[in-house]
Each structure stands twice: as structure tokens, then as C-alpha cells.
């Protein structure tokens, strides 16, 4: 999902949004946005906005309280964050940041392409919280990306809570 669809939203926000920081720092714009669009009129509007990003709502969700989870999204990042989150969609590689330039990457990491972060070093145990329904940290992410690359025995524990989308991990209770 996340590569077919979220990749040409990136490039187009990279294209008009340039390399500076990407979200409105005013609290009051998100909160008149969430009031918008998320009120007894829009409601539906606003589930299927929040579930389009992150997957399904389940029967976690609370939807009255959705103008607040809006009124805090999206945080500041940087345009450079999104950039490389599309690279990795790109690739299917989870490396550091690509500068597009193997001078600059060679300056940067001592090699032409950007190095892959090494989760074999990781040695705190690890939990993993996780749902088919996660739209952008897909099961097959984590099995082939982070699970693969730790060492046996780090993960103690894996949960899977499949009413649970991306957004759910953060604001359900």
C-alpha cells in the first residue's frame, strides 16, 4: 500500500513543499482544521480520513475523539524526513539517507551509497506490537526488515493486536 500509493503523494509534496519543515507550527490552524472536519456533520469524513493513511479503523477507535488525534497531526518533521521515508519505500532497503550524489554519500559515510543501519548491534530486548492492519509498518516489513537483521533472542516477545491500524498504536486506549 504504502509504496504504490503513499510514493507519488511524497513526490508531489516534496515538489511544492522544498526541504524546509513541513507542518504549520500553529496549534490553533490544526485545532480549526480537526473542529472542521471532524464534527457531527463530517463525521464519517473524518474516519475515513484518519483510516486512508494508516489502514481500518477498528473497535478501538474512538470517534469522538478524533477533532483532538487531528489537532495534533501532522507534527513538525522535515521535508527531508518524508524524502528519505520515500527512499525506503523506493528501495525496500532500510539504509541511511541517500544524498543522490556518491561524492556527497562518500563525504557522509565513508562510501558511495548509503550504508544499511546495522540492527545486529541492538542487543535490548524487544517487544513487537504489531497488526495486519498497520498500512505502513506492514507485517512483511517487519519480518523482513527489522526481524531478519536482529540477532536470536533480542525479540521476547511478539503480539499481534489485529484490530489495531498505524494510528491505533498511538492513540487507542
Same mark, same amino acid.
Given at each position: 500500500?504504502?509504496?504504490?500509493f503513499l510514493?507519488?503523494?511524497?513526490?508531489?509534496?516534496?515538489?511544492?513543499?522544498g526541504?524546509?519543515?513541513?507542518a504549520?507550527?500553529?496549534p490553533?490552524?490544526?485545532?480549526? =482544521?480537526?473542529?472542521?472536519?471532524?464534527n457531527?456533520?463530517?463525521?464519517?469524513?473524518?474516519?475515513?480520513?484518519?483510516s486512508?493513511?494508516? +489502514? $481500518?479503523? +477498528?473497535?478501538?477507535?474512538?470517534? *469522538?475523539?478524533? @477533532? =483532538?488525534y487531528?489537532?495534533?497531526? $501532522?507534527?513538525?518533521?522535515?521535508?527531508w524526513?518524508?524524502?528519505?521515508?520515500?527512499?525506503?519505500?523506493e528501495?525496500?532497503?532500510?539504509?541511511?539517507f541517500?544524498?543522490?550524489? $556518491?561524492?556527497?554519500?562518500?563525504?557522509?559515510? +565513508?562510501?558511495m551509497s548509503?550504508?544499511?543501519?546495522?540492527? *545486529?548491534?541492538?542487543?535490548?530486548d524487544?517487544?513487537?506490537?504489531?497488526?495486519?492492519?498497520?498500512?505502513?509498518?506492514? $507485517?512483511?516489513?517487519?519480518?523482513? +526488515?527489522?526481524v531478519?537483521s536482529?540477532q536470536?533472542?533480542?525479540?521476547?516477545? *511478539?503480539y499481534?493486536?489485529?484490530?489495531?491500524?498505524? @494510528?491505533l498504536?498511538t492513540i487507542?486506549?
Amino acid at each position: 500500500f504504502a509504496k504504490t500509493f503513499l510514493r507519488p503523494l511524497i513526490s508531489l509534496y516534496i515538489n511544492l513543499a522544498g526541504s524546509h519543515e513541513s507542518a504549520i507550527n500553529d496549534p490553533q490552524f490544526y485545532r480549526t =482544521v480537526a473542529h472542521w472536519l471532524c464534527n457531527d456533520w463530517t463525521d464519517q469524513a473524518c474516519k475515513v480520513y484518519i483510516s486512508a493513511f494508516s +489502514g $481500518p479503523n +477498528g473497535p478501538f477507535f474512538n470517534a *469522538s475523539r478524533a @477533532a =483532538v488525534y487531528l489537532s495534533h497531526l $501532522p507534527s513538525g518533521s522535515s521535508t527531508w524526513t518524508v524524502l528519505h521515508y520515500a527512499q525506503l519505500l523506493e528501495s525496500e532497503l532500510v539504509v541511511h539517507f541517500d544524498y543522490g550524489n $556518491p561524492l556527497k554519500n562518500l563525504q557522509k559515510y +565513508g562510501q558511495m551509497s548509503p550504508r544499511a543501519y546495522n540492527y *545486529s548491534r541492538i542487543h535490548t530486548d524487544i517487544y513487537l506490537y504489531w497488526s495486519r492492519n498497520d498500512w505502513i509498518a506492514t $507485517p512483511q516489513d517487519i519480518e523482513k +526488515g527489522l526481524v531478519a537483521s536482529l540477532q536470536k533472542g533480542v525479540i521476547k516477545g *511478539s503480539y499481534e493486536i489485529p484490530e489495531y491500524n498505524h @494510528a491505533l498504536f498511538t492513540i487507542a486506549t
